[in-house]
Nanobody, 123 residues
Framework: DVQLVESGGGSVQPGGSLRLSCKVS????????LGWFRQAPDKEREAVAS???????TYATSVQGRFRISEDTAKNTLDLQMDSLTPDDTAMYYC??????????????????RGQGTQVTVS
């Protein structure tokens, strides 16, 4: 079974930075779409960023220019560098994996596999 384990969440002041990491197991990077989504209390899940082997990374408008997604196939990790954080970025962040074709729709919250999440608090 696919395993996704997030780490790196925490509390930070507005304007600060955090780097999330997801340890990815039993996923073939060359045929997968990997991404991050988040969910704040009383809000719907929101796709944040996605990446695949052949595609340019895709970002939600709300994080464009501030977040950067990257994957390291040698270490089997998916990272999310988050800069210039604001209170609106406060949420539980989840790493998710789906088939390569799923990158087109950017429907990351619907991906079949996801981790347990890591909390990010900006205040």
């Amino acid at each position: 079974d696919v395993q996704l384990v997030e780490s790196g969440g925490g509390s930070v002041q507005p304007g600060g930075s955090l780097r999330l990491s997801c340890k990815v197991s039993r996923v073939t990077f060359s045929s997968a779409c990997l991404g991050w989504f988040r969910q704040a209390p009383d809000k719907e899940r929101e796709a944040v960023a996605s990446i695949s082997k052949d595609d340019v990374p895709t970002y939600a408008t709300s994080v464009q220019g501030r977040f950067r997604i990257s994957e390291d196939t040698a270490k089997n990790t998916l990272d999310l560098q988050m800069d210039s954080l604001t209170p609106d970025d406060t949420a539980m962040y989840y790493c998710a994996a789906g088939h390569l074709i799923m990158c087109t729709a950017f429907a990351i919250p619907s991906f079949p596999d996801r981790g347990q999440g890591t909390q990010v608090t900006v205040s």
